[in-house]
């Protein structure tokens, strides 16, 4: 009994470290969110990870965490994914999206998808997505460069 209780207990302790996909995820949004909360989440800052919709080779997820929020543009490398740049209503610009290396075509659909995506969520909830400021681009490990490093 005891070691059935600390079995149970070990497996409760990594279900709240271990950051897990959602049953109803693609292997794509699994990967996603995966990447997403292995680099930001915090025990002391839990974040929450949607909606994410995917186009080719690129995705863009909306995240929430604590008062804070935004969106992050990802890249598919293989079966892997990479965090391009965070941002909030500019990652919503098909001409940004062009500029950050995503054809044309391919930005001006995954707009598309998001605003569908997002026309079920709150407006308190987008208007989160909006907070952030700017575009931040990111490095292949999760981190921006140093200010004045672009």
Do not use: Y
């Amino acid at each position: 009994m005891k070691s059935l209780i600390s079995t149970t207990l070990m497996l409760l302790q990594l279900a709240c470290v271990i950051p897990s996909a959602r049953a109803a995820d693609s292997p794509d949004e699994a990967g996603i969110r995966q990447v997403l909360m292995t680099t930001f989440d915090k025990p002391e800052a839990r974040m929450q990870v949607e909606p994410i919709v995917v186009q080719a080779e690129h995705a863009v997820a909306g995240w929430i965490q604590g008062e804070r929020g935004g969106r992050a543009l990802m890249r598919r490398e293989g079966r892997d994914w990479s965090i391009v740049m965070c941002g909030g209503d500019g990652l919503k610009d098909p001409q940004a999206l062009a500029m950050a290396g995503i054809e044309p075509a391919a930005a001006r659909a995954l707009v598309q998808r998001l605003n569908a995506a997002e026309a079920s969520l709150t407006p308190a909830k987008r208007a989160r997505f909006a907070s952030f400021e700017g575009m931040v681009h990111m490095d292949a490990h999760g981190k921006h460069p140093p200010a004045g490093h672009h």
